[in-house]
């Protein structure tokens, strides 16, 4: 018997035979912080934040909405209702500096400063066996919390998918923002969203995939201008059972692991991008939940112990094997397969890789549940927001939300070798008439929108729009000859 437990502050799954005792399952209870006397509490509504007012069906894109966010509780609320629930249950994730802070800054068991390469095996010679991989979940994360500041960004992107493609389609985005200290949390940090782009793109009703952008550079440089980065990726997903498919956890670890940096005080290479997801509740409207993938899953990307395809389940795939006789080893490329070389004595000695053993539950597995390797990290909206960019009159038109093609097949590097029938977004697109309306409908506000900027960039160059925010920092007045430069 298996049992999930679901909270806001995170996940953990408990594996039961049909014929155990509490005795018999005391370790594996212990192992998740249930000890003697504690109280479970299974409460569905505990810290749910309801994003149902972002979005309204009935209103077209371009139509001004008045959101209402009377259902949506504060941050400290949030964070009071929280700290409770872990008074009762005990904390499941700590912030990464309180994690050190309480094991002594210790930091060579940590997954990112271990190796887990599959071992090389040499006849004639003794040989290491690799480490053995215990897969459990993480008891600390990089951040603690995702705010979602800019509440129109959401909404126009929760919109979009609706609305336009009727959630047979999905979509992505990059989120920009940046990082504060939150202090609701010892030592925490809260990611705060300011602006989603939305990159090139091939969707489909179960996926969807960034292909080649050559702006994203220049959106990245555009955002640091502003004071803000990238602080992680937003995109859509049908009901599902899982937190997140083997699919998309994958895209999420290759992400983290890309944007690895050895800032931090103790040399540990650390990731703050954070992942948020959006699918519809039972009534159809869009729910936001906010992720990160464990350091044991980044390492265990690194040393590239994941098979290349991966389903759209909970179950994650890898190369390792249960058995490793010597007639049965796994080499990197094929099962049993081996390499012969000639040694300095001139005989030959045959090379097999030998995979490191996963460990679940006690017992060897090849394959396992996704939520081992996911963080669970709070998010919210504030009930009075305070966006770095201002809800403008009339909203610029979102960058590559057109396409020219129809339904096409493509099997490129680009889409993980996958054979994904689709429609390309891939157009930065706007209407003479949309941009004189835009230009003409709002005031000197106009230019303070990421959006805008990127569009700026796209027609003109990339040092018009860095300008052009030098002058919005500053709170310095723009040239007129840039609009009739961009009207004609």
Same mark, same amino acid.
């Given at each position: 018997?298996?049992?999930?437990?679901?909270?806001? &502050?995170?996940?953990?799954?408990?594996?039961?035979? =049909?014929?155990?005792?509490?005795?018999?399952?005391?370790?594996?209870?212990?192992?998740?912080?249930?000890?003697?006397?504690?109280?479970?509490? +299974?409460?569905?509504?505990?810290?749910?934040?309801?994003?149902?007012?972002?979005?309204?069906? &009935?209103?077209?894109?371009?139509?001004?909405?008045?959101?209402?966010?009377?259902?949506?509780?504060?941050?400290?609320?949030?964070?009071?209702?929280?700290?409770?629930?872990?008074?009762?249950?005990?904390?499941?994730?700590?912030?990464?500096?309180?994690? @050190?802070?309480?094991?002594?800054?210790?930091?060579?068991? +940590?997954?990112?400063?271990?190796?887990?390469?599959?071992?090389?095996?040499?006849?004639?010679?003794?040989?290491?066996?690799?480490?053995?991989?215990?897969?459990?979940?993480?008891?600390?994360?990089?951040?603690?919390?995702?705010?979602?500041?800019?509440?129109?960004?959401?909404?126009?992107?929760?919109?979009?998918? @609706?609305?336009? @493609?009727?959630?047979?389609?999905?979509?992505?985005?990059?989120?920009?923002?940046?990082?504060?200290?939150?202090?609701?949390?010892?030592?925490?940090?809260?990611?705060? $969203?300011?602006?989603?782009?939305?990159?090139?793109?091939?969707?489909?009703?179960?996926?969807?995939?960034?292909?080649?952008?050559?702006?994203?550079?220049?959106?990245?440089?555009?955002? =640091?201008?502003?004071?803000?980065?990238?602080?992680?990726?937003?995109?859509?997903? +049908?009901?599902?059972?899982?937190?997140?498919?083997?699919? =998309?956890?994958?895209?999420?670890?290759?992400?983290?692991?890309n944007s690895l940096k050895h800032i931090h005080y103790t040399g540990y290479p650390i990731s703050t991008m954070v992942t $948020?997801?959006?699918?519809?509740?039972?009534?159809?409207?869009?729910?936001?939940?906010?992720?990160?993938?464990s350091d044991l899953a980044l390492a265990l990307f690194r040393d590239e112990l994941f098979t290349s395809s991966q389903s759209?389940?909970?179950?994650?795939?890898?190369?390792?094997? &249960?058995?490793?006789?010597?007639?049965?080893?796994?080499?990197?490329?094929?099962?049993?397969?081996?390499?012969?070389?000639?040694?300095?004595?001139?005989?030959?000695?045959?090379i097999r890789e030998l995979m490191p053993i996963l460990i679940e539950s006690g017992k060897e597995v090849v394959d396992f549940?996704?939520?081992?390797?996911?963080?669970?990290?709070?998010?919210?909206?504030?009930?009075?927001?305070?966006?770095?960019?201002?809800? @403008?009159?009339?909203?610029?038109?979102?960058?590559?939300?057109?396409?020219?093609?129809?339904?096409?097949?493509?099997?490129?590097?680009?889409?993980?070798?996958?054979?994904?029938?689709?429609?390309?977004?891939?157009?930065?697109?706007?209407?003479?008439?949309?941009?004189?309306?835009?230009?003409?409908?709002?005031?000197?506000?106009?230019?303070?929108?990421?959006?805008?900027?990127?569009?700026? $960039?796209?027609?003109?160059?990339?040092?018009?729009?860095?300008?052009? $925010?030098?002058?919005?920092?500053?709170?310095?007045?723009?040239?007129?000859?840039?609009?009739?430069?961009?009207?004609?």
């Open positions: 018997m298996i049992i999930r437990l679901k909270s806001k &502050i995170g996940i953990s799954r408990i594996i039961l035979d =049909e014929d155990s005792t509490l005795m018999d399952d005391e370790k594996r209870l212990n192992e998740i912080g249930i000890i003697h006397g504690t109280s479970i509490i +299974l409460d569905n509504n505990i810290d749910e934040i309801s994003y149902k007012t972002i979005v309204n069906n &009935i209103k077209s894109e371009n139509e001004p909405e008045e959101i209402d966010l009377t259902n949506t509780q504060s941050n400290d609320s949030i964070t009071n209702t929280q700290l409770e629930n872990e008074k009762i249950d005990g904390p499941l994730f700590k912030s990464f500096d309180a994690y @050190l802070h309480e094991n002594g800054f210790e930091i060579g068991d +940590l997954p990112l400063m271990n190796s887990f390469l599959p071992i090389k095996i040499k006849r004639g010679i003794i040989n290491k066996l690799p480490k053995s991989i215990t897969i459990r979940h993480q008891k600390y994360r990089h951040v603690d919390h995702l705010e979602m500041m800019n509440v129109e960004e959401v909404r126009r992107f929760a919109n979009f998918w @609706l609305n336009e @493609l009727q959630m047979s389609l999905q979509r992505i985005g990059w989120m920009y923002g940046y990082y504060t200290e939150d202090q609701h949390y010892p030592y925490g940090i809260r990611a705060v $969203c300011e602006a989603i782009y939305e990159p090139p793109q091939y969707s489909n009703i179960n996926d969807v995939i960034m292909i080649e952008d050559e702006m994203l550079m220049n959106v990245d440089k555009i955002a =640091e201008r502003l004071g803000l980065e990238r602080i992680g990726m937003i995109f859509t997903r +049908l009901p599902n059972e899982c937190f997140l498919t083997a699919r =998309e956890l994958i895209r999420v670890i290759e992400m983290q692991y $948020c997801t959006m699918s519809p509740d039972d009534n159809g409207q869009p729910v936001l939940n906010a992720y990160m993938a759209f389940n909970h179950i994650i795939s890898t190369k390792c094997n &249960i058995h490793h006789d010597s007639t049965n080893n796994s080499s990197r490329g094929s099962s049993g397969s081996s390499t012969n070389t000639t040694g300095g004595s001139g005989t030959e000695e045959v549940d996704t939520s081992w390797l996911i963080v669970r990290i709070n998010e919210s909206a504030p009930i009075k927001p305070n966006s770095f960019f201002p809800k @403008l009159t009339i909203p610029f038109p979102i960058e590559n939300r057109n396409t020219n093609s129809t339904n096409t097949n493509s099997t490129n590097s680009n889409m993980d070798g996958m054979n994904m029938d689709g429609i390309k977004y891939n157009v930065i697109k706007v209407e003479k008439k949309e941009l004189m309306e835009y230009i003409n409908g709002n005031g000197d506000e106009l230019w303070n929108n990421f959006h805008f900027l990127i569009y700026i $960039c796209k027609v003109l160059d990339v040092d018009t729009a860095l300008s052009i $925010c030098d002058s919005i920092i500053q709170q310095q007045p723009i040239d007129d000859l840039i609009k009739e430069l961009l009207l004609h």
